[in-house]
């Protein structure tokens, strides 16, 4: 998985070095399957039933799962990509999102937004140690993104990763319930941070794949995949 994991991540700087105003979705797709393959990988998203793109690719409201189409990224669009590896039989996954046309262009708004889902990564990161419990995870990436006026998503959740895409445990971006499974050394998680500027409430686009905010406010995307040790968490992405 640490080999996966490298070539996971990559390939996602690879994909967000391309991203600019003008730039097509499916260019971007192109960029993940050319750049998984050259490094012996299989992009892992196309192991999923009925899905048949490595990446998938948000805009703005977008908040996970959307389809890379011909559309043209425009300056100040917040873009989030996500993307994974299998590798020797094992699965990785990681996403991350940025403003089109570069951060420093963004509004003011936009950055204090996007620096919240890193910090609250950072944080959610710091807790998955063994001994520790998946609510402390959850309860991480909440405080940060409330705190900072921000709506984490409770029906979408990071997850387990390992011989599957998706495993056990589920791993909410709030606090749904105390406690949960206790996190054990070798355990590999894929930590999500899914949050939006306004209401976290969802609905799925015509496409059937894309969900999206339902007030059509923005949403964000930081995720890595990250093995529980006894001496703290190692990043694999």
Not at 6 to 11: D, G, H, L
Not at 142 to 147: G, H, S
Not at 173 to 195: F, S
Request: net charge neutral; glycine share 12%.
């Amino acid at each position: 998985m640490r080999q996966g994991g490298r070539i996971t991540a990559e390939v996602l700087q690879e994909v967000l070095a391309a991203v600019r105003p003008g730039t097509a979705l499916l260019e971007l797709e192109r960029v993940a399957v050319e750049g998984i393959a050259r490094r012996g990988g299989t992009p892992a998203f196309q192991r999923v039933s009925g899905y048949r793109f490595a990446t998938c690719l948000n805009v703005n409201e977008g908040v996970v799962h959307g389809i890379p189409t011909m559309r043209k990224l425009a300056a100040g669009d917040i873009l989030s990509v996500d993307l994974g590896t299998y590798y020797r039989g094992f699965n990785t996954d990681a996403a991350w999102t940025v403003a089109v046309g570069g951060r420093r262009r963004a509004s003011a708004d936009r950055q204090r937004f996007l620096e919240s889902g890193e910090r609250a990564l950072a944080q959610a990161i710091a807790q998955a140690r063994a001994g520790n419990r998946v609510d402390q995870i959850s309860a991480a990436m909440q405080e940060v993104l409330e705190r900072d006026g921000y709506s984490p998503v409770e029906t979408l959740v990071g997850h387990g990763v390992g011989r599957e895409l998706h495993e056990e445990p589920q791993i909410p971006c709030r606090v749904v319930q105390r406690g949960g499974p206790k996190l054990q050394a070798g355990m590999t998680l894929a930590i999500e941070v899914i949050y939006t500027e306004g209401s976290p409430e969802l609905e799925v686009a015509e496409d059937g794949w894309t969900i999206k905010t339902r007030d059509g406010s923005c949403s964000a995307l930081f995720e890595k995949t990250v093995a529980v040790t006894s001496n703290g968490p190692i990043i694999l992405t």
